[in-house]
């Protein structure tokens, strides 16, 4: 299966917690969106109406009574293949002298789209309203990204000298076949 998402702002190499969270926050929507989709929210209902027995692993994760939910995970087997476009607010070329490396950012975005390994990865700071939902994710892990792609442009109408614009393109794989991830093709 393919999907688009697309964030807009900041994007620092080698960010803290909290800049990283907000890159989570920003593109928490259009991830909740394709999880409550028709085609992906089997793999949820188990753990949203309490009955996936104890042995099987929870498609989310849980810290202080902050629940992330992910969507590509080692249970189903699943892993991406992500085409990075980036539209810098700079000459192509400057990114060493403009907001850090492009391989750093793009840790920096790698560590975003992935669910916090730690309560230490959500900033003090976090204003999040979780509610009984929680927050979506892209991925259980960032060792889940099979192949990467970017190419970066010059953006030829920035929003400020500091702020990106992302299209993330995203291509789900198995990597075993079983009833529960045929979706994901």
Same mark, same amino acid.
């Given at each position: 299966?393919?999907? +688009? /998402? ?24 259009? *991830?909740?969106? /394709? +999880?409550? &989709? ?7 209902? &188990? ?13 989310? *994760?849980?810290?202080?009574?902050? $629940? ?18 980036? /539209? ?5 070329? $400057? ?28 900033? &003090? ?7 009984? &939902?929680?927050?979506? +994710? ?8 099979? $192949? ?16 990106? $614009? +992302?299209?993330?393109? *995203? ?15």
């Amino acid at each position: 299966m393919e999907f +688009c /998402l697309h964030y807009y702002g900041k994007l620092k190499s080698r960010d803290d917690a909290t800049g990283k969270h907000a890159i989570r926050q920003a593109l928490h929507e259009q *991830v909740r969106s /394709l +999880c409550t &989709s028709d085609q992906f929210t089997h793999a949820f209902e &188990s753990d949203l109406n309490g009955t996936r027995p104890a042995d099987e692993p929870r498609m989310f *994760v849980e810290f202080s009574g902050k $629940r992330f939910w992910f969507l590509i995970s080692e249970y189903l087997a699943t892993v991406v293949d992500l085409n990075i476009t980036i /539209l810098m607010p700079h000459n192509v070329g $400057r990114i060493i002298y403009n907001g850090g490396d492009i391989d750093n950012r793009i840790k920096t975005l790698f560590d975003a789209l992935r669910v916090p390994a730690a309560a230490s990865e959500i900033p &003090s700071s976090d204003s999040f309203n979780y509610g009984t &939902s929680g927050m979506y +994710c892209l991925l259980q892990d960032d060792k889940l990204i099979n $192949r990467v792609s970017i190419r970066s442009y010059r953006d030829q109408a920035p929003m400020d000298g500091d702020s990106v $614009r +992302c299209l993330i393109e *995203v291509e789900t794989k198995i990597t075993r076949a079983f009833w529960g991830n045929l979706n994901f093709v």
